[in-house]
């Protein structure tokens, strides 16, 4: 199935409310499930529909933090998907054409109106304010689990003691050198 192409938020949004199976056109609008692998809308797609299987499951995975080693960011990342969902499923078509209308503004008109503006409207201030503070630290926020992998000083300084290690163990007669293998056994 091709994705269809958007320049702006109201095609978008005009292709949403002419569709006749709205719940169905989150796979179509998903695209390739296997690009955006930290996100699974596979059982909302038209072909989980199409199947009668009563016990078809209807969750989601959303694992934007699956990588991380910041308990508080997994924390904050659950309370904001949990909110998410839970505005996605009680929110009126006025509070969902109200972050329309937003998102179009600053689209078209040059306003702001981000993610963190949408957190605050759903009155998740803390978390905002933990997103925020995340977008200001920039990548070393968002990779944190790089903070951990070696320089390349540290890499080359790692292979050489590796090689000593191992020219030690040759030649001293430990276990799995050459002159311990042909040893008799005492």
Same mark, same amino acid.
């Given at each position: 199935?091709?994705?269809?192409?958007?320049?702006?938020?109201?095609?978008?949004?005009?292709?949403?409310?002419?569709?006749?199976?709205?719940?169905?056109?989150? /796979?179509?609008?998903?695209?390739?499930?296997?690009?955006?692998?930290?996100?699974?809308?596979?059982?909302?797609?038209?072909?989980?529909?199409?199947?009668?299987?009563?016990?078809?499951?209807?969750?989601?995975?959303?694992? #934007?933090?699956?990588?991380?080693?910041?308990? !508080?960011?997994?924390?904050?990342?659950?309370?904001?998907?949990?909110?998410?969902?839970?505005?996605?499923?009680?929110?009126?078509?006025?509070?969902?054409?109200?972050?329309?209308?937003?998102?179009?503004?600053?689209?078209?008109?040059?306003?702001?109106?981000?993610?963190?503006?949408?957190?605050?409207?759903?009155?998740?201030?803390?978390?905002?304010?933990?997103? #925020?503070?995340?977008?200001?630290? /920039?990548?070393?926020?968002?990779?944190?689990?790089?903070?951990?992998?070696?320089?390349? #000083?540290?890499?080359?300084?790692?292979?050489?003691?590796?090689?000593?290690?191992?020219?030690?163990?040759?030649?001293? /007669?430990?276990?799995?050198? !050459?002159?311990?293998?042909?040893?008799?056994?005492?």
């Amino acid at each position: 199935m091709e994705r269809p192409t958007r320049r702006d938020v109201m095609s978008g949004v005009r292709e949403i409310l002419s569709a006749d199976l709205v719940s169905g056109l989150v /796979g179509r609008l998903y695209g390739d499930v296997y690009k955006h692998t930290a996100y699974n809308f596979m059982n909302y797609s038209l072909e989980a529909y199409r199947t009668l299987v009563p016990d078809n499951p209807t969750t989601i995975e959303l694992r #934007e933090a699956g990588g991380t080693l910041d308990p !508080a960011w997994i924390c904050v990342w659950a309370k904001i998907v949990c909110r998410l969902l839970e505005w996605s499923r009680d929110a009126c078509d006025a509070d969902f054409f109200r972050v329309v209308r937003l998102l179009a503004w600053a689209q078209e008109e040059g306003g702001h109106y981000d993610i963190v503006d949408f957190l605050v409207d759903l009155n998740l201030l803390a978390e905002a304010r933990y997103c #925020e503070g995340r977008l200001e630290r /920039g990548a070393e926020a968002w990779f944190e689990c790089l903070l951990f992998a070696p320089t390349n #000083e540290e890499r080359a300084e790692n292979k050489r003691r590796e090689k000593e290690e191992q020219t030690r163990l040759r030649h001293d /007669g430990s276990p799995g050198s !050459a002159s311990s293998m042909y040893a008799s056994p005492a």
